[in-house]
């Protein structure tokens, strides 16, 4: 009988080293991305003369949200044709050089996470918004697994936390902030429903002179994103002033984030097209 015990006990503690072992596996990945090698060969790209281009790079080394990318193409093509924009899609970092980035208005990280594009690369995008070209960036590429000052600083203004995780998805009021340029807002309620995982941020970007676009109330939301033994700190949230969109100007250019669309179901959000479309055409002005 002892025997028996002592196997299963044995047995447990195996299963509850493996599923730490399992979850501290997902929070790195999560939080840094896997190594990967970073594609450095140039693209061939045959621009129009006479379609504004866009570049749509949705390449992850962190946490995939695949769904949400899948749908987005279909949508994004969608939204190209209906304003004769030229539409690259990719997830080969090779494109971030200064000679194809400069032949591009507008850079998107669609959902893009985790450490995606080499040192290089990243100077080569900064100076392609300081020298008047608009950056935007959608829910996963707003977390922390970026490692990025230039790009916290000027495209985030905070640093991610956490996303509430009992329960993960909430249903929110998106209401519209003082817009700074009335084209982003072109079209859109003063408020309309939605269903995302609401990312908390340490900071609010409203501090840091971001401008902000749409909000939800904090207060109304049930922030927690604990975990037993890997981050037993994130049972805070942002508080009743919880932005979801914002924008910047960066030197001659402008960026712009939304942390809303984490799912497929935001891309049948008309409201939610809608914003994307006025980010994209806001960037191009």
Do not use: C
Request: aromatic fraction near 12%.
């Amino acid at each position: 009988m002892k025997k028996v015990l002592k196997i299963a006990l044995w047995t447990f503690l195996s299963l509850v080293v493996l599923l730490v072992g399992a979850m501290s596996l997902f929070v790195y990945k999560v939080k840094y991305g896997f190594p990967v090698s970073y594609e450095t060969e140039i693209p061939t790209i045959d621009f129009p003369k006479d379609k504004p281009a866009i570049l749509v790079f949705s390449k992850t080394t962190g946490f995939r949200h695949g769904a949400s990318i899948d749908a987005s193409k279909v949508v994004l093509e969608a939204l190209a044709k209906k304003n004769n924009w030229f539409l690259y899609q990719t997830e080969e970092g090779g494109v971030f050089n200064p000679e194809q980035l400069s032949k591009f208005s507008t850079v998107i990280f669609n959902n893009s996470t985790g450490e995606v594009i080499n040192d290089e690369q990243k100077k080569a995008l900064e100076q392609f918004v300081e020298n008047g070209g608009g950056l935007l960036g959608i829910h996963g590429a707003g977390d922390n697994s970026h490692h990025w000052d230039w790009y916290v600083k000027n495209l985030l203004g905070a640093e991610f936390s956490h996303h509430p995780l009992n329960p993960q998805f909430q249903e929110a009021s998106i209401t519209l902030d003082t817009p700074v340029d009335s084209l982003l807002a072109k079209s859109l309620p003063n408020q309309w429903q939605h269903t995302d995982e609401w990312y908390v941020f340490f900071d609010n970007p409203r501090k840091k002179g971001f401008n902000i676009l749409f909000s939800i109330d904090g207060d109304k939301i049930k922030p927690s994103g604990n975990m037993p033994l890997l981050a037993s700190d994130k049972d805070f949230g942002m508080g009743k002033d919880h932005p979801v969109a914002w924008s910047k100007s960066v030197g001659k250019g402008k960026t712009f984030y939304t942390s809303i669309g984490h799912s497929e179901v935001a891309w049948k959000n008309q409201n939610f097209v809608q914003l994307i479309e006025n980010a994209i055409l806001w960037t191009q002005h």
